[in-house]
């Protein structure tokens, strides 16, 4: 099971999407800046290509973080320049220090 911490290099950004209403009173979605943390991030696979699907799918990350409570599906996570919609959320409970997110990249 080793050492978690050092792992923890890449400084990434948590998101969620708000609802925002313009001038006209028209609602328009945006993303607002939630949390910041230091993770351990790590290439997964190339999208539906693993699962005999298109091609042309995006990349998928495995992130992991000291566990947080306000993580959810479908936030997104900014790392590098790239935008990582979380997928799914793995919690071990015999690891119960962190939680482990199925990423997939997204184009803004």
């Known amino acids: 099971m080793g050492e978690f911490a050092g792992t923890l290099r890449e400084r990434i950004t948590f998101e969620r ?36 699907m298109s091609l042309s799918a995006m990349p998928r990350f495995r992130v992991s ?22 997928r799914q959320l793995l919690f071990d409970p015999r690891l119960p220090d962190r939680l482990t997110l199925k990423c997939e990249e997204v184009r803004s």
């Open 17 to 52: 999407q708000v609802a925002v209403r313009s001038a006209a009173g028209l609602r328009d979605g945006g993303w607002e800046r939630f949390a910041d943390c230091l993770a351990a991030v790590v290439f997964d696979a190339v999208g539906a290509e693993a699962e005999g």
């Open 65 to 86: 973080i000291r566990m947080r409570d306000e993580i959810a599906v479908d936030q997104r996570v900014r790392w590098k320049g790239r935008l990582l919609m979380v």
